[in-house]
């Protein structure tokens, strides 16, 4: 069996894990299309051996590159995506990305190409699914510049931290890392504070312990955009004044992308892959996986992928609204 395999959108650590692992559980010989959808396109595509795939399987550095477009590909583009495809005896295409890239293999598999997607995006906002390829390690590097503002806030006390993290308009990034790393304050899309009630909030918990660390999404204000990074500087300009205490800022960014591979991030990329290959053959076609609320990965159709925001009846954000986090 030969393997297409492509990636779309922002890169994330953990896709090579992936990779690996549909390479090894089907037992197939692997195609890399590198540059997203425009490489694909432009068809281009290298093999890679087994002896790379176990290589990089758990290392931050990427075997493949991704990319993305604006534009929307006419029939014929597709009709050449296809018979590229064809031509380099692929028998399955599998693409990693958001719901765009997903909605694209929709179109694609109705050109006569076999296609399965999975959800790949720090943001974690894959529609369906409760956890997306490179969400975990995207999460624990918030955690550590969270624990290096705490060791410098106990240092010099009485300070107050904002740091911005991606996710576009949907906050799961900022709440599920500020959960896990303890932050004071997570500012999500979602959940829009009442600023004097945000000010309050703050000047009581700086009160009582050496810092405060806050989470903002650079979608929370109403001025972002895709692209813009600025959130942040909003919010401290409206709150410095109500505190009466300087906020120093980070802006993680792009950063967030890569790092270490957590072992979630393995074992979270190894069972979507397992699922993949089970899919394929059991003779299933053009699926998307995701991972559902117990955990289990299973196979949707590819029509029904769309962004999704945080639930605020999920476990996530009632766990944060107990811990006055929201």
């Given at each position: ?10 890169d ?33 595509h ?37 018979k590229q ?6 028998d399955?295409?599998i ?6 890239s997903l ?75 500020a ?8 500012l999500?899309?979602?959940?829009q504070?009442?600023?004097n009630q945000?000010?309050?909030k703050?000047?009581?918990r ?75 053959y059991s003779g ?10 117990g ?32």
């Open positions: 069996m030969k393997i297409g395999v492509v990636i779309s959108g922002g994330v650590t953990g896709i090579n894990n992936f990779i690996f692992q549909v390479a090894r559980l089907a037992q197939a010989d692997i195609i890399l299309f590198n540059g997203g959808i425009p490489g694909l396109l432009a068809n281009q290298h093999p890679i051996a087994q002896r790379d795939l176990v290589d990089f399987s758990i290392s931050s550095m990427p075997i493949i590159s991704s990319g993305r477009t604006a534009k929307k590909l006419t029939a014929g583009e597709y009709e050449t995506i296809s495809l064809k031509a380099l005896h692929i399955v295409l693409m990693a990305g958001g719901d765009g909605q694209f293999l929709n179109t694609l598999s109705e050109f006569g190409i076999n296609c399965f997607g999975v959800g790949m995006t720090i943001d974690n906002d894959v529609f369906g699914s409760h956890y997306s390829i490179g969400f975990s390690t995207a999460c624990e590097q918030v955690i550590k510049e969270v624990s290096k503002l705490r060791n410098t806030g106990r240092a010099l006390p009485g300070r107050v931290f904002m740091i911005e993290l991606l996710g576009g308009y949907c906050g799961e990034l900022t709440l599920q890392s959960i896990k790393s303890n932050a004071d304050f997570a999500i899309p979602e959940c504070y009442a600023l945000l000010a309050e703050i000047t009581q700086l009160e009582q312990q050496n810092s405060v660390i806050i989470l903002c999404s650079e979608g929370y204000t109403k001025e972002y955009s895709p692209g813009f990074q600025g959130a942040i500087d909003t919010m401290i300009k409206q709150l410095e004044p109500k505190i009466g205490v300087r906020i120093r800022k980070t802006i993680m960014g792009y950063g967030l992308r890569n790092g270490e591979p957590t072992g979630e991030e393995i074992y979270q990329g190894t069972i979507m892959a397992s699922e993949v290959v089970r899919c394929i299933m076609k053009n699926k998307a996986i995701i991972i559902n609320a955990n289990q990965p299973i196979p949707i159709d590819l029509i029904s992928m769309q962004k999704r925001l945080v639930d605020t009846e999920g476990h996530h954000y009632k766990l944060a609204r107990q811990l006055n986090i929201i």
